[in-house]
């Protein structure tokens, strides 16, 4: 085998700089240049191989190595070099990490080669192609002539030679004596160091350790001296200099000859800015203007030159003269060649070259803003801050003062435009573990919102969703979005009769189905399955603004109809940014869904992780109402956030407890209790309570729980939200004296659809505001004296349990309802403060099928755990229903011919069944008495069956207890030694896998009635 021969030319002023930042930090990827490209079509994949190696053939730069054998660097430029493409099968959700991995392997300078090339294939004509390069033998202008010409050939054009190789510029930069009089000018009495407003002091040495945000940001007016005159703005106002200096990189290819250069031939120039009291935006931009070209017409210089002339101190802790870059760059276009098309995307190197760098970007209509910076310095949240104060100025009037600036994100940024932009500018990151990408995630959703558009889908109106949780309601809400419209979120485990109601009364004019519920009325239905003849393209639609619908969700109305609450575009869009940054999630976590989308706090699982491009992973229904399949399942799933509300953590606490892994653990829809928050916070994890009703937005109140032994309280309000304690006369009450919440913002819904009276009374105007609204939440407080709020109750019959918000009303209205009820009172009954259950009181006495009709009309949080038969409903003096005179329920009567335990595991049983039904020793309990009859609901059997797991070291599923609800029946189950359970529950067990709620519910009537299958 022949070695190819090698030629030694002087390295470039460029080259030089990069070698000794280089042996300042070994190791480092930060000055690698990475890329992904798309490629789409039928990929002859020997053909792309032949085309690189014919690129790398024509550019000497791709044949480069540096080295310094007497410590000055010099390029050595071999005669060829062999290019691999190496193929890799992979899945769609594994290519991100797969493109992250290649592009932050460092290089060896001087054994090379600097570029390397890896092809991930997803299918047939689906690949991605990873072209990784240092610095040292590219730019970015040398990447766009790199992805031209390799499409080029691919497509078998034949290309002129190169007028000129990278040695050649060198070897004439060399040659060059620059004027550099107008640097030496231009830099008198510079600054020496940008005082940005950093998390941490700087260290002495810097690591190179950078972090990347990205965001789609709207622009008018996109020229450079504009965009780069109010970025000056913000530095200014941030860092209190009225003079500073802010890096730009410049394309330095003044010679038509080094157009087609594959190189780094690239500058740096500072560009200098100065502000006073009275300079407006106008000034700014003016000034920016004349600076730009002034740099441009003597960008030849090399960086270090302007450097040495600027005679600042040099310091290992910073870069010289300027710590921050500013850019404005085009995002490569899609080259195609014949059927196949190549669409290359820049990717982070994990590294950061200066303090901050601001590169906007434009990618046709579309602008995006890519940060990086360096994680020594700053944290996440100091960035975003600064984001915002960046797309904050971009509207302003030319004649505002640039001290009168705002510099904080208003908070009308829709729900719609904040997790649609971030879909866009994280196309490959994984938003569904498992599943789906960013990219497919916006396609799919555009391929159904042109479907809905088609279907009749309007403006500011619902878009029914009764869709499995998971993939398909994402895909549909963004949809419903980008239709302009909001959603209107129906559980399909909900009675049918219950969902059709709902879509009837919020008007939805198109509801989305996938088949598995029909939900007939008059609207279209538009199957989500079939939509793939409509285009992957953004459809032309109403844009959404703040005072828009984000989305219809019912809560129980008292009296007997649920309530749609209309929630703005610009409600939500506020939580999820105030979520956001209170969570600070970041690129190794990972969010376990488990909340049906048609509760309110589901919109913090499914959206905020959106924002980071944080990966979420969504649970079954059935591993979610079991304690120990939902703890198994967050484990097995890696999760490191989970959101829940008291009674779904209480269930994985006795499944096992949560698992370590689980980082942040958030509670909501529910009073947190101060022994749940110890429970929770094992291990040292962080614990968030959230507070909110539905009418304010998901969460009003959040906050990071304090450890034992101080109280839980409610968390502060979040941003541009009020929390005040009020009397009757919505007047102010002091620290220690109970008032009634009412809470005002941004947040405040819209109010209740069709219930203009209703609305009236429960969102009042504020009298602390200019014009705004108060909603009354009927919850009870009082401020302590620290300025905390301690959650006492409800001022009202509403009831929560589970997590669920209950009017009591409601389920009497659907007793009553049935033929054969005269009349029903439904309360409250707490065995302990984890414990609450709903009873139904029924005169006469309860029908046979009263539970099936509960079920028919009512989701399963709603089912009352015990009917008692009363002959008439206590009452008042004044006619009013006496509640403390109905009878206690007796959760623990037992069956007529009542069997005492016949063995230890029997024994056992009984022991645990009182400790969870609370069940007096002097009450008999027999093995033939059902679980249900005596009060017990699914939450209770989740926390038995944990108890059965930890005490009898058997697993047995919650199917099971729906099989045999008895003490006889799950003793079997535990001993596993009955021939007659494995003949007979066990197909029934696995039927039941294919029940709805509803079809369990009703089963689970039936065998509280008193049936045994044994």
């Not at 309802?817 to 609450?836: E, L, M, R």
């Amino acid at each position: 085998m022949s070695v190819p021969e090698v030629f030694r030319f002087p390295a470039s002023s460029g080259q030089r700089r990069l070698w000794l930042l280089d042996q300042l930090l070994p190791g480092s990827p930060v000055y690698n240049i990475g890329w992904r490209v798309a490629v789409d079509g039928p990929l002859d994949v020997d053909r792309l191989r032949s085309a690189l190696a014919d690129v790398v053939d024509r550019h000497e730069a791709l044949r480069t190595t540096l080295v310094a054998p007497d410590g000055v660097p010099e390029q050595v430029v071999a005669s060829t070099v062999p290019v691999e493409l190496p193929v890799v099968d992979v899945a769609a959700t594994e290519v991100a990490a797969r493109v992250r991995d290649q592009v932050r392997v460092a290089f060896d300078l001087e054994t090379g080669p600097l570029f390397r090339a890896v092809l991930l294939r997803l299918t047939a004509d689906r690949h991605v192609l990873v072209l990784v390069l240092h610095h040292a033998i590219a730019d970015g202008w040398s990447c766009a002539v790199l992805f031209d010409e390799l499409a080029r050939r691919y497509a078998g054009e034949d290309l002129p030679e190169p007028p000129i190789g990278y040695p050649d510029y060198a070897l004439w930069q060399q040659e060059q004596s620059f004027d550099d009089g107008y640097w030496r000018e231009r830099l008198r009495d510079v600054p020496t160091v940008l005082a940005l407003p950093t998390d941490r002091p700087r260290p002495e040495r810097p690591t190179g350790r950078g972090a990347e945000l990205r965001a789609r940001i709207r622009v008018g007016d996109g020229s450079f001296a504009r965009l780069l005159a109010l970025f000056g703005c913000v530095l200014h106002r941030v860092t209190g200099q009225a003079d500073l200096l802010v890096a730009t990189p410049v394309a330095a290819r003044t010679r038509p000859e080094t157009e087609g250069l594959v190189g780094f031939v690239a500058n740096t120039v500072p560009l200098r800015a100065t502000f006073d009291e009275d300079t407006t935006v106008r000034d700014a931009v003016t000034a920016a203007e004349r600076e730009t070209v002034a740099a441009v017409a003597h960008q030849d210089l090399p960086f270090e030159r302007i450097v040495e002339l600027a005679d600042v101190p040099r310091s290992l802790a910073h870069s010289p003269l300027v710590q921050v870059l500013f850019a404005v760059e085009p995002v490569p276009g899609v080259r195609t060649a014949g059927d196949v098309r190549f669409g290359p995307e820049p990717v982070h190197n994990g590294g950061a070259k200066f303090d901050l760098s601001l590169t906007v970007e434009r990618a046709g209509e579309d602008w995006f803003a890519r940060w990086q910076y360096d994680a020594e310095l700053f944290d996440r949240a100091s960035v975003v801050a600064l984001h915002d104060a960046f797309t904050a100025v971009l509207d302003a009037d030319a004649d505002t003062p640039v001290a009168e600036l705002p510099l904080v994100r208003s908070t009308s940024d829709t729900a719609a435009g904040l997790v649609l932009d971030a879909v866009a500018a994280h196309p490959d990151a994984v938003a569904l573990a498992g599943e789906l990408t960013c990219g497919e995630l916006d396609r799919a959703a555009n391929r159904l919102a042109h479907a809905l558009l088609a279907a009749g889908a309007r403006p500011d109106e619902p878009v029914a969703l009764c869709l499995d949780r998971g993939a398909a309601t994402l895909v549909g809400v963004l949809a419903a979005w980008k239709a302009g419209a909001g959603y209107l979120p129906l559980d399909p485990s909900w009675p049918v009769h219950r969902l059709t109601s709902m879509a009837t009364d919020a008007g939805t004019p198109v509801l989305v189905t996938d088949g598995s519920v029909a939900v007939g009325g008059p609207w279209t239905t538009v199957d989500s399955r079939a939509v793939h003849e409509f285009p992957d393209t953004p459809p032309q639609a109403v844009p959404q603004h703040p005072g828009m619908l984000a989305y219809v969700l019912y809560t129980s109305g008292s009296t007997g109809t649920p309530k749609g609450v209309r929630v703005t575009q610009g409600g939500l869009g506020a939580l999820l940014s105030a979520m956001d940054d209170v969570l600070d999630l970041g690129s190794d976590d990972l969010l376990a869904s488990i909340t049906t989308p048609a509760f309110d706090v589901s919109t913090v699982e499914m959206f905020v992780p959106l924002l980071r491009g944080v990966p979420l992973t969504v649970l079954d229904a059935d591993e979610v109402a079991d304690g120990a399949l939902l703890r198994a399942r967050i484990d097995e799933s890696g999760a490191t956030v989970v959101q829940g509300g008291p009674a779904s953590w209480r269930m994985v606490v006795a499944a096992g407890g949560v698992p370590d892994r689980v980082r942040l653990r958030i509670s909501g829809g529910e009073a947190m209790t101060r022994d749940l928050a110890d429970e929770l916070q094992s291990g040292g994890a962080t614990v968030i309570d959230g507070y909110g009703p539905t009418e304010t937005t998901v969460y009003s109140a959040v906050g990071v729980v304090a450890r034992a032994p101080h109280p839980v309280r409610l968390g502060p309000a979040i941003a541009g939200t009020t929390l005040h304690v009020l009397d009757r006369a919505l007047r102010p009450v002091p620290p220690g004296v109970i008032g009634e919440l009412h809470i005002g913002g941004a947040g405040v819904a819209r109010g209740y659809h069709g219930r203009p009276d209703l609305t009236a009374a429960k969102f009042v105007p504020d009298p602390f505001g200019t014009g705004g609204r108060l909603y009354a939440t009927g919850d009870l407080v009082r401020r302590r004296v620290d300025g905390g709020l301690e959650f006492l109750g409800r001022a009202d019959r509403q009831l929560k349990i589970r997590g669920y918000r209950i009017e009591p009303g409601e389920v009497e209205a659907v007793l009553r309802a049935h033929p054969d009820v005269a009349d029903a009172v439904v309360v409250a009954w707490s065995a302990n403060a984890s414990d609450v259950r709903l009873v139904a009181y029924v005169v006469p006495a309860a029908p046979a099928d009263v539970r099936e009709h509960l079920a028919a009309h009512l989701p399963e949080y709603m089912l009352p755990a015990s009917v008692v038969d009363l002959e008439s409903v206590p009452r008042t003096g004044t006619g009013k229903v006496d509640r403390s005179a109905l009878p206690e329920p007796t959760w623990h009567t037992a069956s007529a011919d009542r069997v005492e335990p016949r063995d230890e595991t029997e024994a056992s049983m009984a022991v645990i069944w009182r400790a969870v039904l609370s069940i007096p020793e002097d009450v008999p309990l027999g093995v033939h008495d059902n679980f249900f009859a005596l009060g017990g609901h699914s939450l209770t059997a989740t926390q038995m069956l944990a108890r059965v797991r930890t005490t009898l070291s058997a697993q047995v599923p919650l199917a099971a207890l729906f099989a045999a609800p008895t003490i006889a029946g799950l003793s079997v189950a535990v001993r596993g030694a009955d021939d007659h359970l494995a003949r007979g529950p066990v197909p029934l067990l696995d039927q039941l896998d294919d029940l709805s709620d509803a079809e369990i519910d009703r089963l689970l009537g039936t065998l509280s009635d008193g049936e045994d299958v044994l």
